[in-house]
């Protein structure tokens, strides 16, 4: 059983900065053989891509609605995944969700569905 842990969540005035991490754990998972990306679903919304990075971390893709504000990367040693958020919008209020999809897949995935393991999620509020 994989088990996908989000952290760092929390309260923040509009123009200030988040660090989303997300944990990865199992037995037989061999984290840096899947991508991971981090979705956001806001109230009334449907779930949406927010950033990806494949296995080895050497290629990164973004919503255009996140781009030059967010940063994602990955420890692979740590099982770890980051979202660095900056420059923090209302609009970016959400429950942020972490997901792994795999194992060995070439392409990023955009779509909720293809992604096989789901963390719990963390609250992301931003204030005006």
């Known amino acids: 059983q994989v088990q996908m842990i989000e952290s760092g969540g929390g309260s923040v005035q509009a123009g200030g900065s988040l660090r989303l991490s997300c944990a990865a754990s199992?037995?037989?998972?061999?984290?840096?053989?899947?991508?991971i990306g981090w979705f956001r679903q806001a109230p009334g919304k449907e779930r949406e891509f927010v950033a990806g990075?494949?296995?080895?971390?050497?290629?990164?893709y973004y919503s255009d609605s996140v781009k030059g504000r967010f940063t994602i990367s990955r420890d692979n040693a740590k099982n770890t995944v980051y979202l660095q958020m900056n420059s923090l919008k209302p609009e970016d209020t959400a429950v942020y969700y972490c997901?792994?999809?795999?194992?060995?897949?070439?392409?990023?995935?955009?779509?909720?569905?293809?992604?096989?393991?789901w963390g719990q999620g963390t609250q992301v509020t931003v204030s005006s």
């Open positions: 997901a792994a999809d795999g194992p060995l897949t070439s392409i990023v995935a955009t779509i909720a569905e293809e992604y096989d393991y």
């Open positions: 990075i494949v296995g080895s971390g050497t290629k990164t």
């Open positions: 199992a037995l037989t998972f061999t984290f840096s053989m899947y991508n």
